[in-house]
């Protein structure tokens, strides 16, 4: 064998190691994207649920939900702000999923729940009234897709039935 040959059979070595090394940064890639989609779902669960627990806690806030049922205009101006506030915080952190689908780090079928939720809430009473007058605080594109949504009538279904028989 000669020094050539020994060349030869090394540069074989080395294309096959890095093919081996290729589809081993493939596997840990695949594996740290899965990793990282299920970290953002269960953050944006998270953040959903704190959205929800703020009102089963705080029997102050679940009375102006139920009040806002017929509009806004029951609200004293207290409740107004409080109203205000904690639908900014709701919707943001829907916007805020909305982008991490958009951005491809969670999957569009694990948002539905999210969605039915928060756009059923836009869909009636006073939180429609607080859309239509808030929606420029979020981003065009956000806008856009959850006006298309509410035009869909899918969300029309009372999905919060307490806020129905104030």
């Known amino acids: ?21 290729l589809g081993y940064l493939a596997i840990q890639l695949q594996q740290n994207t899965r990793v990282l989609r299920s970290q953002t779902f269960q953050q944006s669960s998270m953040d ?4 929800a627990n703020a009102i089963s806690s705080d029997a102050g806030l679940a009375s102006i939900l139920v009040k806002t049922a017929d ?23 829907f916007e805020a999923i909305y982008v991490q689908g958009v951005y491809g780090s969670i999957d569009q079928v694990r948002i539905e729940g999210f969605e039915r ?4 809430l836009l869909a009636t009473g006073g939180a429609a009234e607080w859309w239509q007058s808030t929606k420029n605080a979020f981003s ?3 806008v856009a897709y959850a006006d298309e949504r509410l035009a869909s009538d899918d969300f029309r279904v009372a999905i919060h039935p307490g806020l129905s028989q104030a």
């Open 71 to 93: 509009g806004i205009g029951r609200l004293s101006a207290e409740e107004r702000i409080r109203f205000h506030f904690w639908m900014l915080v709701a919707v943001r952190r």
């Open 48 to 51: 959903m649920s704190l959205t």
């Open 140 to 142: 065009s594109d956000f």
């Open 117 to 120: 939720s928060i756009i059923s």
């Open 1 to 21: 064998m000669t020094f050539q040959d020994f060349g030869s059979v090394g540069e074989l070595i080395a294309a096959v190691a890095t093919v081996l090394t």
